[in-house]
């Protein structure tokens, strides 16, 4: 943080869930004024590990400037915005809740009028044709505004992030600022394996095959998905994902209490894949790129649900920079 010593930006963070989002913005060197979400948990999460941050328990369409004068002319308006489903419409009435919050937080660009938009979601928005719609309402917004703007796809991964994590990205500017982002340049280093990663965390409890569980996780993991907050337990994803978990060894239909201790076998011929091995809330953490120290509040299952919810901070670090780089900075 010393680089950014004197200086430093200032951002709201909207729908900021767990603050991998705004982790990463503060590495970059952005400051946020206001960070609004609407879980009390992740409102929790994000006073236990930053309690000098002026946290909002709100819903966003319920949010209005006006009320939070400290919001104005901000540098940078960051939102990791509910995942948009390509079945949403921006047009009819009952449009899903999704859409509705994506269009609230164009639409705070009228009251807020920061220098820089930065939106996080699904890459599909970016690139497939079944959301032209959706990116056609957002594109007149910005232009009625007077934002240029660009979509862009990344991959967590090569940014130092031990996860196949591809996501979409709008970042918009006032003024000539986008002619000067330049997309972040991926690492020059590979990311970590999951072995490389969860090693030593695995053999924590005096497992004795953690090397051997190692040595052939040797790849990123695949996407981290956090799954409904409204119905189900803990687990690492859909079916297909699951599969991609075994065959490095993970068990993806649950998430574990504790590492395994010296009593486990990893054996992936037991059914219902409980001869492997399962991650907990922490390592999941990890692989989504946050340090060891930031802690998560809630039950296990809560805390799952952030975690997979959360945008990598190393990807909002990348991205931070880049944005502050266009701004001048």
Same mark, same amino acid.
């Given at each position: 943080m010393d680089d950014f010593a004197s200086g430093r930006l200032d951002c709201l963070a909207v729908c900021a869930g767990a603050g991998g989002l705004a982790l =990463?913005?503060?590495?970059?060197?952005?400051?946020?004024? #206001? %960070?609004?979400? *609407?879980?009390?948990?992740?409102?929790? +999460? %994000?006073?236990? *590990?930053?309690?000098?941050?002026?946290? #909002?328990?709100? &819903?966003? #369409?319920?949010? @209005?400037?006006? &009320?939070?004068?400290?919001? $104005? &002319?901000?540098?940078?308006?960051?939102? =990791?915005?509910?995942?948009? /489903?390509? +079945?949403?419409?921006?047009?009819?009435? @009952?449009?899903?809740?999704?859409?509705?919050?994506?269009?609230?937080?164009?639409?705070?660009?009228? =009251?807020?009028?920061?220098?820089?938009?930065?939106?996080? *979601?699904?890459? &599909?928005?970016?690139? /497939?044709?079944? $959301?032209?719609?959706?990116?056609? $309402?957002?594109?007149?917004?910005?232009?009625? %505004?007077g934002y240029r703007y660009r979509w862009l796809v990344v991959n967590a991964k090569d940014y130092g992030v031990p996860q196949d994590r591809k996501q979409g990205l709008l970042v918009a500017f006032t003024a000539d600022d986008l002619d000067r982002f330049v997309r972040p340049a991926p690492d020059t280093n590979p990311p970590l394996t999951v072995g490389e990663a969860l090693g030593v965390s695995m053999a924590a409890r005096g497992w004795p095959e953690a090397a051997a569980w190692a040595a052939q996780a040797d790849r990123v993991a695949p996407t981290v998905v956090g799954g409904s907050w409204n119905r189900g337990g803990a687990d690492l994803g859909p079916t297909g994902s699951k599969r991609s978990w075994a065959r490095i060894g993970v068990n993806g239909g649950t998430i574990a209490d504790e590492v395994p201790g010296a009593e486990f076998h990893l054996d992936p011929d037991v059914p219902h894949d409980k001869g492997l091995v399962a991650l907990t809330v922490e390592q999941a953490a990890r692989l989504q790129g946050f340090p060891d120290d930031w802690a998560f509040a809630g039950r296990k299952t809560a805390r799952y649900r952030q975690v997979g919810h959360a945008s990598p901070p190393p990807v909002g670090r990348a991205v931070g920079l880049a944005i502050r780089a266009a701004l001048g900075h």
């Amino acid at each position: 943080m010393d680089d950014f010593a004197s200086g430093r930006l200032d951002c709201l963070a909207v729908c900021a869930g767990a603050g991998g989002l705004a982790l =990463g913005l503060e590495q970059a060197g952005f400051d946020p004024v #206001l %960070l609004l979400d *609407n879980r009390p948990v992740a409102c929790e +999460t %994000l006073r236990l *590990n930053r309690p000098q941050w002026n946290v #909002l328990e709100a &819903d966003l #369409l319920d949010f @209005d400037p006006v &009320d939070h004068s400290e919001t $104005y &002319d901000v540098d940078l308006l960051a939102a =990791g915005l509910p995942r948009v /489903k390509a +079945t949403a419409a921006v047009t009819r009435e @009952d449009r899903d809740e999704e859409i509705r919050i994506l269009e609230a937080t164009v639409m705070l660009m009228h =009251g807020v009028r920061p220098r820089a938009l930065l939106i996080e *979601n699904v890459p &599909d928005l970016v690139s /497939k044709p079944t $959301y032209e719609p959706i990116r056609e $309402y957002v594109a007149t917004e910005l232009r009625h %505004l007077g934002y240029r703007y660009r979509w862009l796809v990344v991959n967590a991964k090569d940014y130092g992030v031990p996860q196949d994590r591809k996501q979409g990205l709008l970042v918009a500017f006032t003024a000539d600022d986008l002619d000067r982002f330049v997309r972040p340049a991926p690492d020059t280093n590979p990311p970590l394996t999951v072995g490389e990663a969860l090693g030593v965390s695995m053999a924590a409890r005096g497992w004795p095959e953690a090397a051997a569980w190692a040595a052939q996780a040797d790849r990123v993991a695949p996407t981290v998905v956090g799954g409904s907050w409204n119905r189900g337990g803990a687990d690492l994803g859909p079916t297909g994902s699951k599969r991609s978990w075994a065959r490095i060894g993970v068990n993806g239909g649950t998430i574990a209490d504790e590492v395994p201790g010296a009593e486990f076998h990893l054996d992936p011929d037991v059914p219902h894949d409980k001869g492997l091995v399962a991650l907990t809330v922490e390592q999941a953490a990890r692989l989504q790129g946050f340090p060891d120290d930031w802690a998560f509040a809630g039950r296990k299952t809560a805390r799952y649900r952030q975690v997979g919810h959360a945008s990598p901070p190393p990807v909002g670090r990348a991205v931070g920079l880049a944005i502050r780089a266009a701004l001048g900075h």
